[in-house]
């Protein structure tokens, strides 16, 4: 149906940065909001950033100022730009998309999460 997977993750020192990457492919007729959440160990998995198809954004307190989301409505790619990273950042990302594939009603799709990790 649709799938959705993601890229980039990895070690990095503090202070780094890596840039996510998720692509969404299958039966897609419409990709509304799509977002980055991240799970830690023993934790709920919790909102990082979101944006919806015209560009609108919304972060989470902790990574203002430091993480970047942005989208490719072409290529149905959502993007995460992780700066100035942390330990605290470490964490399973997953991103979701919130779909339609035509004559049905929109869902939200998830990645199969990729691990970053922040060593101090």
């Known amino acids: 149906q649709v799938q959705l997977v993601e890229s980039g993750g990895g070690l990095v020192q503090a202070g780094g940065s890596l840039r996510l990457s998720c692509a969404a492919s299958?039966?897609?007729?419409?990709?509304?909001?799509m977002g980055w959440y991240c799970q830690a160990p023993g934790q709920q998995r919790e909102l990082v950033a979101s944006?919806?198809?015209?560009?609108?954004?919304n972060y989470a307190d902790s990574v203002k100022g430091r993480f970047t989301i942005s989208r490719d409505n072409a290529k149905n790619t959502v993007y995460l730009q992780m700066n100035s990273l942390k330990p605290e950042d470490t964490a399973v990302y997953f991103c979701n998309a919130f779909v339609t594939t035509g004559g049905s009603p929109y869902r939200t799709f998830w990645g199969q999460g990729t691990q970053v990790t922040v060593s101090s």
């Open positions: 299958g039966s897609i007729f419409s990709i509304d909001g």
């Open positions: 944006i919806t198809r015209s560009g609108y954004t």
